[in-house]
């Protein structure tokens, strides 16, 4: 209990705690020893209490103008939304753990990286679910940017939903040969000063960690569980590299948008000649949207950029586990995915093996253009360990923000 209190604190502790939290799960009745058809007749009816971040109009207009339609129509499952991520799905949870309900007040929580691990620590998941799906005949786990999540297999306790590369985002007219190197980089931010920025924010530290893996000259270096000593010496190149150009960033490096969003307007407005996304579609979507120009363009860095996936887990004390199921079934489907990857839905990467499909989705989804994930793919970098983005935005604040 002791322990509990402090993690309320400080959730950043938890990679250390994995002992604790260790009572089991109570869903009754277990649905993953019932008939698919038992788990769809108990779902039918019923609502899904589902927590997600929605700070994009356009992947909230796919969930609640779409999706949620589609389910209840089909499934006769009520999709309600609520907004939530990482710490706040993190301290959710572990406050009902520590409080000893054994009923949830969510069913549903869109979650990957560290707060995946976070979950995992405290046994907060239901599972492993992923194999009572039906539709999960058609996911590849033996991929690694899908059936690894942070270095960390899923094992069944979090169900794989987009996959997604992270891309930065430039003007085609502003900077027809935008900086694809460190080095170029800084020679840019030094003729141009004040027109780039790093957030601080999920998506700026991922690009933070592309440049840790980059700094190392290989790759595959960050592959496996945490390496401290690893961290320690690429992490001080990357606060040296910062440090003598950030007099030549957005407000000399005195401060950092909080958020993309913020990034793509000053972007659009000229204030910046960089934005950037964990999305490698979204310049295509801001485009449609009229939020980006249309002369906006993405590229990845030479030395490669982060791809990871995105996946919906269930609480170990959903109280609608049936219609969890029923509902993150309908999620992977070829209809379901189809609709999610197009431009002026979300763009989002499909989770889905084309080849594992049946006609005539297997042909509607190799018919889609390539786009931006043909050229970038042979850049694709592994997530490292959560331990790594974990150290990284205490480190981005101690360096860089308070030096």
Request: with cysteine.
């Amino acid at each position: 209990m002791i322990l509990f209190k402090k993690i309320r604190f400080l959730i950043f502790a938890l990679p250390f705690l994995a002992a604790c939290g260790s009572s089991a799960p109570h869903v009754e009745p277990n649905w993953l020893e019932k008939p698919w058809s038992d788990i769809e007749a108990a779902a039918k009816g019923s609502t899904v209490r589902l927590m997600m971040w929605q700070g994009d109009p356009q992947i909230n207009a796919y969930m609640h103008d779409w999706l949620a339609p589609a389910l209840e129509k089909k499934y006769g499952v009520h999709l309600d939304i609520s907004s939530g991520q990482g710490n706040e799905l993190v301290k959710l949870l572990l406050s009902e753990k520590e409080a000893g309900r054994q009923q949830s007040s969510i069913d549903l929580c869109w979650i990957n990286g560290e707060t995946f691990f976070q979950l995992r620590q405290i046994q907060a998941l239901y599972g492993p679910f992923i194999e009572k799906l039906p539709n999960a005949q058609f996911i590849d786990l033996q991929n690694s940017f899908i059936g690894q999540d942070f270095q960390q297999p899923v094992n069944g306790y979090e169900c794989p939903w987009g996959n997604v590369q992270l891309a930065l985002i430039y003007d085609s007219l502003r900077t027809p040969v935008p900086p694809r190197t460190l080095e170029a980089l800084a020679a840019y931010c030094a003729a141009h000063p004040g027109k780039f920025t790093i957030p601080y924010h999920f998506t700026g530290i991922t690009l933070l960690k592309s440049w840790l893996i980059g700094l190392s000259g290989d790759k595959n270096t960050l592959n496996g569980p945490f390496d401290e000593a690893k961290y320690q010496a690429l992490s001080q190149k990357l606060w040296d590299y910062l440090r003598a150009n950030k007099a030549n960033f957005w407000r000399k490096g005195a401060t950092y948008p909080e958020s993309v969003a913020a990034m793509h307007q000053m972007f659009a407005n000229g204030e910046l000649d960089f934005t950037m996304s964990n999305n490698d579609n979204e310049a295509d979507n801001k485009i449609l949207q009229h939020v980006l120009p249309g002369s906006s363009k993405s590229f990845v860095f030479e030395s490669g950029t982060i791809q990871n996936s995105h996946y919906m887990g269930i609480p170990a004390h959903a109280t609608n586990v049936a219609g969890a199921l029923v509902a993150v079934n309908f999620m992977i489907s070829p209809e379901a995915q189809y609709q999610k990857m197009q431009p002026g839905v979300w763009g989002d990467g499909t989770v889905l093996d084309s080849k594992r499909l049946p006609e005539p989705w297997k042909t509607q989804f190799e018919q889609l253009p390539a786009r931006l994930r043909g050229a970038i793919q042979p850049y694709a970098l592994q997530e490292p360990a959560p331990e790594y983005m974990i150290r990284l935005f205490a480190d981005f604040k101690k360096y860089l923000i308070e030096q």
